[in-house]
């Protein structure tokens, strides 16, 4: 595994951070994202993620071990791809960057090759764009859910 191949990429998010995260912890938001099997029975430092799904027709079990984890701001986690001793360091950090907007940053250090790091910059691309349109969409509706809810308490209050 070689530590000094580093990957960043970053998406703007027009939505909470409390959104984001939100969606960043959540086994079945996550999963639907990833289309995999994502499964943590507690989000918090310390505790293992599993990630399990068909890649080519061929069934993979990969884990996480969380290493930080900062509700709204932080989440690091140590990714070990099947059985194997080495990993790649991936942090995904939320960042305000305008009104109503967050730059989702994630960060990842340690991979077998340059190949493997070509690889992982493709997917992550792909990964935060899904991200962001999933991430977006439940703001959306969760804000027109409010404004749906404030006009209604608005019309009752003046009866």
Avoid: P
């Amino acid at each position: 595994m070689d530590y000094s191949l580093k990957v960043q990429k970053e998406i703007e998010i027009k939505a909470s951070s409390v959104d984001i995260w939100n969606t960043l912890t959540s086994n079945q938001k996550l999963s639907n994202c990833l289309k995999m099997s994502v499964n943590c029975d507690l989000w918090k430092k310390g505790h293992t993620i599993y990630f399990n799904g068909f890649k080519s027709d061929l069934k993979f079990i990969d884990r996480a071990e969380i290493t930080e984890f900062q509700t709204d701001r932080l989440l690091t986690y140590n990714y070990f791809k099947g059985d194997s001793d080495y990993f790649t360091k991936l942090s995904f950090s939320i960042k305000k960057s305008g009104k109503n907007a967050y730059k989702l940053i994630l960060n990842g250090i340690g991979f077998l090759d340059t190949n493997d790091l070509i690889h992982a910059e493709n997917a992550w691309t792909v990964m935060l764009q899904i991200l962001k349109t999933e991430i977006e969409k439940t703001y959306q509706n969760n804000v027109s859910a409010i404004t749906a809810d404030s006009t209604t308490s608005e019309s009752t209050r003046n009866c």
